[in-house]
């Protein structure tokens, strides 16, 4: 079965930095594109970064770009999310999210909070 597990989630201040990990397995990692979404609360859940399975292109939210980096590890099957000069804003829940034809597979999610 496909599984993600994030990690890296915790609690950050305003301006710092912090690493989420996810870690995937149950299917072939380097032969998909993966994303990063993250829900405040109250809020619906929002695409934040995605990388694609091949190459080196990237997708960022206008509200992360320049702050934020995706990265893929095929060899350790990890995606990461590189975040950086972290806002308030930043606060939510982060999923890491592989899609596979007409299926959406999501981990439990990490927490992050930023404060000032």
């Known amino acids: 079965q496909v599984q993600l597990v994030e990690s890296g989630g915790g609690l950050a201040e305003v301006g710092g930095s912090l690493i989420l990990a996810c870690s995937a397995s149950?299917?072939?990692?380097?032969?998909?594109?993966m994303s990063w979404f993250r829900q405040a609360p109250g809020k619906e859940r929002e695409l934040v970064a995605t990388?694609?399975?091949?190459?080196?292109?990237?997708y960022y939210a206008t509200s992360v770009k320049g702050r934020f980096t995706i990265s893929k590890d095929n060899t350790n099957k990890t995606l990461y999310l590189d975040m950086t000069s972290l806002k308030s804003e930043d606060t939510a829940v982060y999923y890491c999210?592989?899609?596979?034809?007409?299926?959406?597979?999501w981990g439990q999610g990490t927490q992050v909070t930023v404060s000032a």
């Open positions: 149950g299917f072939v990692f380097a032969n998909y594109g």
């Open positions: 990388t694609t399975n091949v190459g080196n292109s990237v």
């Open positions: 999210n592989v899609q596979m034809g007409t299926s959406a597979y």
